[in-house]
């Protein structure tokens, strides 16, 4: 083998000399070449055609292509200098070199000073001197890839591979001389040594993981756009802020990293501060960064941010070259050292940031590949040749950026945490649009809400004055019972309700607080007078027989029953307790005993004490015949019933009407109750629950196809009372235990139609002091309870049921409701605003629905819709209306800008608090 120096003096000998002028055209890609040029003086650029390399297209469409161009190449391969020879270098075309020929365009003095006198005599004709002077348009040979100047060597590719086709086009920039090496001559010298460079270059691309899944012919392209650069110690790789070339893949060596912080906000002033965009606070404050800078510099007046060169300069004049040296080693930061595999120019490349973040100075002799900018932008960025590539190498940014943050000196360069984030940005499958404020999660609800309004108002349109709907709004509770109701519809579709969640019962159980021994005493009271519980039960249990307990009844009622074929009568079994405590209690306690007392009696004596109605005999049937109750001896005159099944504790309920099928009024069976309630029942009746009101009332009953018994709800806790009419069907009433509480022997009202006669209640000893013609004894006690049980049916059906038609009887529209109303919207607005001020807000205005000067619901006008609680019944009364409409007008006075100004307000106490 030839030692360099006996090369050398071959090439010297043998070489050509070459002088070419600007705009000369040495190579032209696609064509045949056999020579090598090394560059003694001047510079050349390099340009690809990227549709002759077929790059940027996929394979089957350069495929495709390939073989058009063939086509086109057999057609034209008699003509070599034609358009036809510009061939991909990758195609194998069947032109034979013979007919092909090095056309590199070598301009010597002669041709030039010919094309001038050509020119001379073309612009006396065409008078247009200067057409052939014309700068030569470059861009017909492609992109610009890279420029060699003096040393720089080309045209190797050519001939070390067999198909001798050029894959660049090579064009002078300036007066250049050239050494031309021909084939032979390269081939003893050269060739060995550039074919080995080239299979090194392979050999990296196929081992490296950003390329070594490209296709092929993307590796065969990339192959002839890496070169090999050499660095000895102590020289700078890259130099931070200087203009990023592209990759460099450190192969042998190592290198420090040096990073000057300082110098940063020069280089990137686009990006600074670098605080922003790297957490969420930063991104809201995004469109605050100018600001941020400007009062940073504001704040320390330190020119250095910009620019590090004056305040160098300055310390170099004032204090000499020990100073400034000192100092640019402190300001320097030593990172890390990198060696073989370091990629440097990776971070920039991606981020696209121009220049260099660091310096990469050799702490030994150091190989590195280089793939420039340009080949990079041609064969890896672009993503539709080269998908992978991008991804891998974002992936191993990444993890260097991570180590590096995770360094000692880390915190010293702000830089590294925002190229971090903004790598971690891009892959990001697709990058989300922070807007301020409104994604982050800091702000609640109510607030997005108010942001919503805000919006509105900004755009002038009108919005409902009660929204937001949040809790403690004006409407929420409205909202509320409107969820729950369909809710409920939902579950009774579905017909199995849920049960409730874990979660839920959880929740529950941790909203309970503890309760103190005398309130676990108060409720068990509570329970025991509600009958849930048993602790009289039992104790009484131990002192007399227990009568049977029905069994389907969840409450702690047993019903006694007679033969069918006499007069039946219904009582409660609360006959167990004792007597000590039955003056003691008020109310309805004293109300329980004396029913109970009564109870005992009669079963002592075994006798029967309310007939029981024709209609229930199915139900007592169905439920009490089961052989466990015990039978009461009969009276012999049927008797209004008094069908005593729950307790309420809470709730009022409303009595369920039963109406005549042909009448227009509700009338009531004679001889009994329901008599009583007949006679005082007038012929128009209403069917609002507000008992305050007199009974002036008019409003009349309708008849109805409704008519069906109603069995008593034994899961709810309350009294139903059940009286007869014409078609045996009950009139069922709710017992009021708040009015209950006031009653005692003494008070008792007095019913003038009620007629112990009408009752066969049968209790003993008691039954004496009662005045049933029918001989039947009802102990004091009962009677008394009848009497106010009926007592308060009557009330019901006559002076408090009778109320006087306004056109907001409703209660959830009555004058009481809607002056909630207005209380909760005052409460609103000085929540969320006015405060004091709206102390005197004026009324709502009321409207009814069909009234001539009611407003159009909509704007300021709001249609309130309300169900009544009859709905859920099944009687229709005439005239009533289940859903009621309502029409209720915004505060007048509430314009517009007071409320933008509330609502920016409240953003702004929001922000505040964030
Ligand atoms: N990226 C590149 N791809 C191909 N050739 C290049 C590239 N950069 C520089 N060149 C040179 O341009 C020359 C064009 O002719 P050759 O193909 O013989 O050899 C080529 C290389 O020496």
């Given amino acids: 083998m030839k030692s360099p120096a006996h090369v050398l003096v071959d090439i010297v000998r043998n070489c050509a000399l070459v002088s070419s002028f600007e705009d000369d055209v040495i190579i032209k890609q696609g064509e045949r070449g056999d020579s090598f040029y090394i560059i003694l003086r001047g510079s050349v650029s390099v340009y690809i055609d990227p549709k002759m390399t077929g790059e940027g297209v996929d394979e089957s469409t350069a495929r495709a292509s390939a073989a058009a161009k063939r086509k086109s190449v057999k057609k034209l391969h008699t003509a070599p200098e034609s358009e036809a020879s510009i061939l991909s270098g990758m195609e194998k075309a069947s032109v034979t070199s013979a007919e092909v020929h090095d056309v590199t365009v070598h301009r010597t003095e002669a041709e030039v000073a010919l094309s001038h006198e050509d020119a001379d005599t073309d612009s006396e004709m065409t008078k247009k001197p200067t057409k052939l002077l014309a700068p030569l348009d470059r861009n017909k040979f492609g992109k610009f890839i890279m420029k060699y100047g003096q040393g720089g060597a080309f045209g190797e590719l050519a001939l070390v591979n067999k198909d001798t086709f050029r894959n660049a086009t090579v064009v002078t920039d300036e007066d250049t001389d050239l050494m031309v090496i021909d084939q032979e001559l390269f081939d003893r010298s050269l060739k060995a040594e550039q074919e080995a460079k080239y299979a090194e270059i392979r050999e990296f691309i196929e081992t490296n993981s950003f390329f070594k899944d490209m296709n092929v012919k993307l590796k065969k392209l990339l192959e002839m756009s890496i070169r090999k650069e050499r660095y000895i110690f102590d020289t700078n790789i890259v130099r931070q802020g200087d203009p990023v070339e592209g990759l460099h893949f450190i192969i042998s060596g190592s290198a420090n990293i040096i990073i000057q912080p300082k110098k940063h906000p020069g280089q990137y002033p686009q990006l600074w501060p670098f605080e922003a965009g790297v957490d969420q606070i930063a991104i809201e404050f995004e469109h605050l960064r100018e600001m941020r800078r400007a009062a940073i510099l504001r704040k320390y007046e330190d020119p250095s941010v910009w620019d590090t060169k004056p305040e160098d300069l300055v310390i170099r004049r004032e204090q000499g070259y020990a100073a400034i040296e000192k100092h640019m080693k402190e300001s320097h930061i030593n990172l890390c050292s990198v060696q073989n595999k370091e990629v440097l120019g990776d971070i920039e490349t991606l981020l696209n940031l121009g220049t260099y973040v660091q310096t990469v100075r050799c702490t030994a002799d150091t190989q590195c590949f280089v793939l420039d900018t340009k080949n990079f932008e041609r064969l890896v960025s672009n993503r539709k040749a080269n998908p992978i590539t991008m991804d891998i190498m974002r992936a191993h940014v990444k993890n260097k950026l991570c180590m590096r943050m995770q360094m000692k000196q880390a915190d010293l360069i702000p830089l590294l945490g925002y190229m971090h984030h903004k790598i971690t940005e891009q892959m990001l499958p697709q990058t989300k649009k922070v807007e301020p404020f409104k994604t982050s999660k800091s702000v609640p609800d109510v607030e997005e809400e108010m942001q919503h309004l805000l919006q509105y108002f900004r755009e002038g349109k009108e919005v409902m004055l009660l929204k937001p709907i949040v809790p403690g709004v004006v409407y929420y509770r409205e909202l509320m019972h409107e969820k729950a109701k369909i809710r409920e519809q939902q ?292 009677k008394t309870a009848i009497k106010f049980v009926n007592q308060r049916v009557q009330d019901r059906l006559t002076k408090a049921l009778l109320e006087e038609e306004t056109p907001y009887k409703d209660f959830l529209t009555s004058e009481p409701s809607l002056k909630l109303l207005e209380n909760r919207i005052q409460a609103f607005h000085i929540k969320y605003g006015m405060g004091h001020k709206t102390k005197n807000l004026p009324p709502l205005k009321r409207y009814k629905l069909d009234s001539q000067d009611a407003p159009k619901p909509g704007g300021r006008v709001i249609v309130k819709r309300q169900m009544c609680r009859f709905a859920d019944t099944e009687y229709i009364v005439k005239d009533h209306q289940h859903v009621k409409h309502s029409m209720v007008e915004h505060l007048a006075d509430f314009d517009r800008v007071r409320k933008t100004k509330i609502v920016v307000q409240q953003l702004l106490k929001s922000s505040d608090n964030s």
Avoid: C
Wanted: net charge positive.
């Fill in 491 to 782: 579950k009774k579709a579905s017909g199995n309700a849920d049960p409730p969640t874990r979660r839920r019962v959880i929740k529950a159980q941790n909203n309970r607080k503890p309760r103190s021994i005398a309130q676990i005493r108060e409720s068990l009271q509570q329970m025991m007078e509600a009958e849930v519980i048993e602790i009289e039960t039992k104790k009484f249990k131990k002192r007399t027989p227990k009568p049977q307990k029905a069994k389907s009844s969840d409450q702690q009622l047993s019903v006694r029953t007679v033969p069918s074929n006499t007069p039946r009568t219904l009582v409660s079994s609360y006959s167990n307790v004792s007597e000590s405590q039955d003056s003691v209690k008020p109310g309805l306690i004293a109300l329980m005993q004396a029913v109970r007392k009564a109870d005992t009696a009669s079963e002592t004596s075994e006798t029967s004490s309310i007939d029981l109605p024709n209609h229930l005999t199915e139900f007592r049937n169905e439920n009490y015949s089961n052989g466990n109750s015990s039978h009461v001896a009969s009276a012999h005159k049927p008797v209004p019933p008094v069908f005593v099944t729950e307790l309420s504790t809470h709730e009022i309920k409303l009595p369920a009407i039963r109406e005549e099928k042909t009448q227009e009024e509700i009338i009531l069976r004679e001889g009994s109750a329901s008599k009583i309630l007949s006679e005082r029942t007038p012929d128009n009746m209403t069917t609002t629950h507000h008992r305050e009101k007199d009974n002036n009332s008019k409003a009349s009953t309708k008849g109805t196809k409704h008519a069906k018994s109603k069995t008593p709800n034994k899961q709810a806790p309350s009294i139903q009372i059940s009286a007869e009419n014409k078609d045996n069907a009950p009139i069922e009433g709710t017992f009021d235990i708040s009015v209950a509480s006031t009653f005692s022997k003494e008070n008792v009202p007095r019913l003038p139609a009620l007629d112990g006669s009408q009752l066969s209640l049968n209790h003993g000893q008691e039954s004496a002091r009662t005045e049933d013609t029918s001989g039947s004894n009802v102990s004091l006690n009962w």
